[in-house]
């Protein structure tokens, strides 16, 4: 059986109201050894904290995801403070910026970006990092910072995108869209990434890898994205697991 972390996931979305305590639990039992659920915003990151504690095998990021800036209390950093104290929690985020849909405040996904980058300096905690058609902006923001302790998320950048997010230190995770008919561009990033970069996660319950894209995802999906990689690579699917799953370990070092 083949085990593997999920390093992004967001159990608290309301698709798994109906089974979330029975899906975790079984898919736990299934190879999922560990799971770090992403905060969103103020109540997502209070539920990731939540299950956290609920749960031996789930694991807490608390932040601000640049969707969800408007509307931030003015004590988030305090929030956040006092939630990343919890020994679970292991990282900031989701924390970045996105510029997909209209009418996007960039100014201000900019000053929450920014101040949470320095909370988790501050507490020496790694980040997870948003960027959605937002690479000029995102890359110049941690440029300006030198080394970063963290992880792009979802990547959806180009090779060279990614040559420069791993000469900043950092690792790359890849969703089910690797598995896509359309992947080719983030096949290409693929290739650029070495194996001891490389993070897993699903980023459920969106996302779901093929052949079941377009469904509810849920963390035992990985094994698709797994396939997908080992195939690139030309390793064996077990090689894969083993070396993503100490990748995380070393990142998130609250882990375990
Ligand atoms: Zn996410």
Same mark, same amino acid.
């Given at each position: 059986?083949?085990?593997?972390?999920?390093? !992004?996931?967001?159990?608290?979305?309301?698709? %798994?109201? *109906?089974?979330?305590?029975?899906?975790?639990?079984?898919? !736990? &039992?299934?190879?999922?050894?560990?799971?770090?659920?992403?905060?969103?915003?103020?109540?997502?990151?209070? @539920?990731?904290?939540?299950?956290?504690?609920?749960?031996?095998?789930?694991?807490?990021?608390?932040?601000?995801?640049?969707?969800?800036?408007? +509307?931030? *209390?003015?004590?988030?950093?305090?929030? $956040?403070?006092?939630?990343?104290?919890?020994?679970?929690?292991?990282?900031?985020?989701?924390?970045? $910026?996105?510029?997909?849909?209209?009418?996007?405040?960039?100014?201000?996904?900019?000053?929450?970006?920014?101040?949470?980058?320095? $909370?988790?300096?501050?507490?020496? $905690?790694?980040?997870?990092? !948003? #960027?959605?058609?937002?690479?000029?902006?995102?890359?110049?923001?941690?440029? &300006?910072?030198?080394?970063?302790?963290?992880?792009?998320?979802? %990547?959806?950048? #180009?090779?060279?995108?990614?040559?420069?997010?791993?000469? @900043?230190?950092?690792?790359?995770?890849?969703?089910?869209?690797?598995? %896509?008919?359309?992947?080719? &561009?983030?096949?290409?990033?693929?290739?650029?990434?070495?194996?001891?970069?490389?993070?897993?996660?699903?980023?459920? *319950?969106?996302?779901?890898?093929? *052949?079941?894209? +377009?469904?509810?995802?849920?963390?035992?999906?990985?094994?698709?994205?797994?396939?997908?990689?080992?195939?690139?690579?030309?390793?064996?699917?077990?090689?894969?697991? &083993?070396?993503?799953?100490?990748?995380?370990?070393?990142?998130?070092?609250?882990?375990?």
């Amino acid at each position: 059986m083949l085990e593997y972390i999920d390093s !992004h996931a967001h159990y608290d979305a309301e698709q %798994f109201d *109906p089974d979330r305590d029975e899906l975790l639990n079984r898919i !736990h &039992k299934g190879g999922v050894c560990y799971i770090v659920n992403m905060g969103c915003n103020m109540e997502r990151s209070r @539920l990731s904290v939540e299950y956290a504690d609920k749960y031996p095998f789930v694991y807490a990021a608390v932040g601000v995801h640049p969707e969800d800036v408007d +509307g931030t *209390p003015d004590d988030y950093l305090d929030r $956040l403070r006092k939630w990343a104290e919890n020994p679970k929690t292991v990282a900031i985020g989701e924390i970045g $910026l996105d510029y997909h849909y209209e009418g996007y405040n960039a100014d201000l996904q900019k000053r929450i970006f920014e101040e949470q980058l320095d $909370l988790a300096e501050e507490l020496h $905690l790694p980040v997870v990092i !948003h #960027s959605r058609d937002a690479t000029e902006d995102t890359m110049n923001i941690l440029r &300006k910072r030198g080394k970063i302790n963290g992880v792009m998320h979802c %990547f959806s950048g #180009s090779a060279e995108t990614a040559k420069q997010v791993l000469a @900043l230190g950092m690792n790359i995770s890849f969703t089910g869209v690797l598995t %896509f008919k359309n992947a080719r &561009k983030a096949l290409e990033a693929l290739n650029v990434v070495p194996l001891d970069r490389l993070m897993l996660e699903t980023d459920c *319950p969106y996302m779901a890898p093929e *052949p079941n894209r +377009g469904k509810r995802c849920d963390s035992s999906m990985i094994v698709n994205i797994i396939d997908k990689i080992a195939e690139e690579k030309g390793v064996a699917p077990e090689l894969v697991a &083993k070396q993503t799953t100490e990748n995380t370990i070393k990142l998130f070092c609250k882990i375990k």
